[in-house]
């Protein structure tokens, strides 16, 4: 997609003051599922291989959509808006069905048996398909295909995402309906940048311009300028303002970019491999080359003074059936590990406990080996030797490594040895390579020592010259723990000789070319590189990335990749997006405030803000910052090369407040009276709204809109699934003069906009499910709508009881304080909840239910239309001040979330002292169970008797409760059991 001079009649300002399409209608839930689409994609994701150790890039699409829905206009003709927007995403029936075409989601076979075809030979030769099809014949079948699954989410998995398809031929069908859309604005445009320029005419009268002040990975400015705005980008960390550079002159480079790309690549891997083999460090002389070197770390035990290797696993390869076996030799108190391949299963269990165990209750782990028979074990912190001072802080006995070492000095308690190398060569065809892991040999320790002499040599001219870095360790959340548990003092202390050596061979080219393959191969090939052998066969493994969880966490063993081995990231194949050369695109390296210098004004904002985030970017890019700080390549020689710790914006407290307070006042002070702000945050719990509401408010802005994405992830490494969701809130500039509101008055005002709100769009979703089967929102979107309904009427005001809200949003919170913002959100969440009754439940049984019976039976209903995710469920929760909803949860896994079913609750969920327990539904629960067991009905509608003084009251309601059960249950013999109790309570005649 390029953008080109627009020729078509427009008038500019034309839609100056008309309210964005985001403002009103924003299909939530299918933007939801494409983020997550484009989540799952890992490394296929457009811009993760400029540096995949930054992990907090928004998706594409969700960019995509806000610019979009940010600068098309609400022509009053909601559905047809809605439908439009869905045409421009690709998310209408005709897209969906060229997406599974572009993927070939269905084979010819498969389509033959899935749908009638009357004339079978006009498509098909025998199993395939006539090759003279073009593929709009084929896109007949596929349109067809698509109207037999039911969801978007069963269309869209079938497809390639949005972006992976040719987008001349994917919107080739849009371009009439939009320009007849939009023909009272005088719109002609045949692609996306075409459109955006012409909107952006149209809007402020002249090509839009996005603005992202927290740039980070890029995702955002680079979309905005793929899509054919003008980009500004900054950051105060060098490294984001490096990936936003990379994504626009590498993933979205010009052809003399890309063609100076694979020239810096050539160049760099050539001279690394002829130095490299000029020191004959990585062969064995026998064809064979190395792929991994294993390293581990190797302590004395103060028990027997037998020098230990700490090895959590004695697998080395579980797809070769490979170990390490210690073998002791008395006379030295060491042992030497031998590498066996080929073992057995029962030798291949037996070798998964290493050297260094836990004690299963995840705290110290202690190291543990045998000498003649008896078994000895060290807690991991004795070897240290950890003590707490007097003032409460913790020390050890650790030697802190000085700025010239590069290795462990002999009297260190941690010492380091190479245990195993995996060796590669290739086979005679050519196309493949055969694998051996083999024990360390003399002549391995002679290559060992070459390096370690050749870095001995000349560290001191490479940190001189910036190639190594000198720069120290600042302590901080994530790096104490190289201090703390090595004693680790400086950058290059994470690297080994080896990893020294390579890194010194690469930071010697100076293009900023070079600077990703160099960061991506620091990455993998770092002391804190973990190795992972617990693939299948195949390559038989390889080392894990630095930053796989976003920590400096310190290893007991480690690989170290070798050059062979590294060619996919020394001569990495990025994609190819270029970007138009008509776009304006400017990366700087400052804070989020420092906009004065900057011209024109941006009429759009779109910021992803380091709000309470656990990833602290500031600290661990240091990693990368120390390579590049004395000696940055030209291209980035202007910015400043520190993370300057003391200048984020980070944290909860009140110098965070006032560093945002100054960043989007700068922000709303830098765009034109009809700009709009976009802010995304992670939605974590309540706080998150008090703080920040109040942040944009004191800033001049107010909230417009609130749409709710959901992006839910699991990770191993996690310890099991972090649930994320995106708060997208739209905001304006408030209009100017003082305004002063009540707290007594502005709730029911607040009352009356979230019911207006969200019964105009619960109007539009029954409209469009008639029509096309699929509501456009989730009762989480609609609760969210609700939420921004409430914001727009509290941010309108500059004083609250007198209160300027400048003052308001930086004062100190007080613990366990109820602010005015809590108590507005809270109002929206039970205006919106009591409008969201469930279908098939009564609106007078749903006003009189509690928080938790809400919940119950509001996910209930959502259990029976496919709602699997965790957040919903954690959003109601909130929505409805369930104390404790894992208390009714039978699974809790992000994207298999369910009720507990009937026959799963426990007694002790069901007593008075429970949240559950101690309501009608709870009783409820109890007399189907026991109905479940053969209890006679009438016998069960005697106890419910005997026990609710309200008996005769809260009949209806029960029987209504039951009605609904029946229902909705997803266990056949409850309904069965809710239709009996229910009929004998409805049936029930008082004299009984």
Known sequence: MHAKTTTTTLTPLALKDAPALIETVFPAQKVSFEAQSERKAGAGQTLTGLGSYWKGRKPLILVRAIVLGSLLPATGDAEADLAIFEKLMAFDDEGLARRALAANAFSASKLQALIPIADPERYFRGRGWRRDLTDDDKLVLYRQALTTLSSYEEKASLGK??????????????????????????????????????????????????????????????????????????????????????????????????EQLKRDQQALVKKVLAEIDRLGIETDGQGWRAKVFLYCVEVRCPQTGWMVPLLPTLVVSKGYKVTAELVPDPGRKRYD????????DAELKAAELGTVRSDGRGQDPYMVHTVDGREYRTKISTLRGDYKKPDGTTGNQLRLWEKHDFKPRPEDIFQERLYCIQWMRPRDSGKSYDYEFRAVTEEDLERERIVEEYVAKHLAEWQEQGWVPDMRIEPGDKTDEPIRTR?????????????????????????????????????????????NGSGSKGAGGNTSNTFDNQALNTLFNYGHRGVANLQGYLRPNFPIDSL???????????????????????????????????????????????????????????????????????????????????????????????????????????SVWGDLIGIFWAAGLQVVAAWYIATETTSELKKGGYVQGTVILMLKKRAAGERTGFKQRLLPAVRQEV???????????????TQHGEPVWSDADLQMAGYAAALKVLTAYTHI???????????????????????????????????????????????????????????????????????????FAKAFRVTDYSRVMGDMRPNHARLKRISEFASRDLTEATEIGATRLGRLIIALQQRLKDAEPQVIVDQLRGEMADFLEVRPLLVDMLAFIERNSPEPEVRTAAEVLGARLKNLRFGE
Not at 193 to 213: A, C, K, S
Request: hydrophobic share 40%.
């Open 161 to 258: 995402r949005p972006e992976e398809v040719d987008q001349d031929w994917l919107y080739a069908p849009v371009w009439p309906e939009v320009n007849r859309h939009y023909a009272h604005l005088g719109v002609n445009a045949q692609s996306l940048p075409e459109l955006v320029e012409q909107l952006g005419i149209l809007r402020y009268g002249h090509r839009p311009r996005v603005g992202d002040t927290f740039c980070g990975g890029g995702s955002i400015p680079f979309e905005a300028a793929r899509i054919g705005c003008d980009a500004y980008a900054s950051d105060l960390n060098p490294i984001a303002c490096m990936l936003t550079w990379g994504a626009f002159h590498i993933v979205g480079g010009s052809k003399e970019e890309r």
């Open 337 to 344: 590990i031998a590498i066996r391949s080929d073992v057995s």
């Open 487 to 531: 004693g680790w003092t400086h950058w290059h202390h994470l690297f080994n000789p080896r990893q020294l050596l390579l890194g010194a061979l690469m930071r010697k080219q100076a293009s900023a070319f070079h600077a990703f393959s160099i960061f991506a191969t620091l990455d993998l090939n770092s002391r804190l590189s973990r190795w």
């Open 580 to 686: 138009s050369n008509a776009i304006e695109k400017s990366i700087n390296c400052r804070a989020a405030d420092e906009l004065s210098s900057v011209h024109p004004l941006i009429p759009l904002f779109i910021t992803d803000p380091p709000y309470a985030d656990a990833v602290k970017y500031e600290e661990i890019t240091e990693f990368f910052i120390a390579w590049l700080r004395k000696n940055p390549p030209p291209e980035f020689a202007h910015w400043v090369w520190d993370s300057r710790r003391a200048l984020a914006i980070k944290g909860e407290d009140e110098d965070f407040r006032r560093g945002m307070v100054a960043a989007y006042t700068a922000m709303a002070e830098h765009m034109p009276d009809n700009g709009m702000q976009c802010v995304m945050f992670t939605h974590q719990d309540t």
């Open 755 to 769: 019911a207006r709100q969200i019964e105009t769009m619960m109007h539009l979703n029954d409209t469009v499910k």
């Open 801 to 875: 009881g007198g209160e300027d809200v400048t003052r308001y949003a930086l004062r100190p919170r007080v613990r366990g304080e109820v602010t005015v913002v809590d108590e507005i959100v809270q109002q929206a969440a039970e205006t919106a909840s009591s409008l969201l009754v469930p279908e098939e439940l009564s609106a007078e049984t749903w006003a009189k239910l509690t928080g938790i019976e809400r919940f119950v039976l509001r996910m209930l209903d959502m259990k029976t239309t496919g709602s699997t995710k965790l957040d919903n469920y954690q959003n």
